[in-house]
């Protein structure tokens, strides 16, 4: 296939924004701080959204701001004033689901680029002319699609809309997202960016007439989060993504880490560009924590198959980041996680694999030596017989018993 189609990474903060770019993402999207789908955290401030657009601008990419939440009446006046905003800090496009968010943002800046969201739940061209009419210039598909109805509705569109898709990360157990479970157990609406994620929990059953007996609900192999979905890959067939008409191939995970973002773009970028076996690839897909992969609705009905056991599994824990380029054989690392002398660690860097080293000394800012790293973003250096640049992250592997824990 040809790289020609977008690579869209998520951030929650500056550092994953950066990281994203400097690992080979085309376009990154983040949440501002008004009507994104998000916790708070992940949401940058004004400032930070004129510093995003004017950073990724400077490397030839582009910024996207998802203003996606389902809008109230009260925020209309707002969202107008909030898009005029955005417009002149220099976002390329902003990610909509409400209809009347579009309508108000179309009007208050006409010449801001509309892309619908997947929760708008886009299924058809009809659809998606009604949105192009409103001033759309991309669809991001609902998830629910398979390959042979978003080569269908690519068909009938033409080059008239450009089309979005997921490739990678957590999905929702609810249609495309929209998903009430999280307002009625814990009055956190999923709807308004405040999803406590219900679906991950374990469950049991409570007979009215038998107070006290509770039965766990399994499915198999004493698996009990029951309700918790597969995470999404498609490493293995851009191609055919690529083949149904999307264009822009998006990575899900606003509330994840650097260490996430890094790995996931590194991967994707090297399937794209086709420069790397993908066996490889797979492998850094496993390093990080994630749930069982599925191919999602691409080819039908969700796969079932490896069981979703509603457990987490990782092969490497975030080790920490260089914040300096390796200096006469020696490596200067902000700490992020434990890890101790005599231990692997593999070197996460834009477009090399394989490349580790064996803890054989730590020092610590004073100078003095330590047996293990463990306090958070301390600042340590240790010997680095490889070549490792200020950015690139540092990973190490974990006992297999440690691998497979509950999320």
């Given at each position: 296939m040809t790289n020609s189609c977008e690579l869209l990474a998520p951030a929650g903060d500056m550092d994953c924004l950066k990281t994203a770019a400097r690992f080979g993402a085309d376009a990154v999207y983040v949440g501002g701080p008004f009507l994104q789908l998000r916790a708070q955290k992940s949401a940058f401030t004004r400032d930070e959204l004129c510093e995003a657009a004017a950073y990724l601008h400077g490397l030839g990419k582009r910024l996207y701001v998802a203003v996606n939440s389902f809008t109230r009446e009260y925020e209309l006046a707002e969202l107008a004033d909030y898009a005029r905003f955005l417009a002149e800090a220099g976002a390329n496009a902003?990610?909509?689901?409400?209809?009347?968010?579009?309508?108000?943002?179309?009007?208050?800046?006409?010449?801001?680029?509309?892309?619908?969201s997947t929760q708008a739940n886009c299924c058809n061209s009809a659809a998606a002319r009604v949105y192009k009419d409103l001033g759309a210039?991309?669809?991001?598909?609902?998830?629910?699609?398979?390959?042979?109805?978003?080569?269908?509705?690519?068909?009938?569109?033409?080059?008239?809309?450009?089309?979005?898709?997921?490739?990678?990360?957590?999905?929702?157990?609810?249609?495309?997202?929209?998903?009430?479970?999280?307002?009625?157990l814990a009055g956190r609406?999923?709807?308004?960016?405040?999803?406590?994620?219900?679906?991950?929990?374990?469950y049991q059953l409570l007979e009215q007439h038998r107070p006290n007996e509770y039965f766990t609900v399994e499915g198999y192999d004493k698996a009990a989060a029951v309700l918790s979905s597969h995470d999404l890959k498609t490493i293995g067939f851009l191609d055919k993504l690529q083949e149904a008409g999307v264009t822009s191939f998006k990575i899900e995970g606003r509330m994840k880490t650097e260490f996430y973002v890094a790995q996931v773009v590194n991967a994707y970028r090297h399937a794209l560009d086709g420069d790397v076996p993908l066996p490889v690839l797979e492998h850094e897909l496993d390093a990080f924590s994630h749930r069982p992969y599925s191919s999602g609705f691409y080819f039908g009905d969700e796969q079932k198959e490896p069981l979703n056991d509603g457990l987490y599994r990782w092969e490497t824990t975030f080790a920490g980041r260089a914040v300096k380029d390796v200096s006469n054989g020696v490596l200067t690392l902000e700490q992020r996680n434990f890890f101790r002398v005599g231990d692997v660690l593999e070197v996460i860097t834009p477009g090399k694999f394989g490349q580790n080293f064996t803890v054989t000394e730590l020092r610590n800012e004073a100078g003095e030596r330590c047996e293990t790293a463990?306090?958070?973003?301390?600042?340590?250096?240790?010997?680095?017989?490889?070549?490792?640049?200020?950015?690139?992250?540092?990973?190490?592997?974990?006992?297999?018993?440690?691998?497979?824990?509950?999320?």
């Open positions: 902003v990610i909509v689901s409400d209809l009347g968010a579009m309508a108000v943002i179309h009007k208050a800046a006409p010449d801001l680029p509309i892309h619908v210039e991309r669809i991001v598909l609902a998830r629910e699609l398979t390959l042979t109805e978003i080569a269908a509705l690519h068909a009938e569109l033409g080059d008239a809309l450009a089309l979005e898709a997921f490739v990678h990360g957590a999905m929702c157990m609810a249609y495309s997202g929209r998903c009430l479970m999280s307002s009625f609406s999923g709807n308004r960016g405040e999803c406590t994620q219900p679906c991950r929990w374990e463990c306090h958070p973003k301390e600042r340590l250096t240790l010997p680095c017989p490889v070549d490792v640049r200020r950015g690139d992250l540092l990973r190490a592997r974990v006992r297999k018993e440690a691998a497979h824990e509950n999320a």
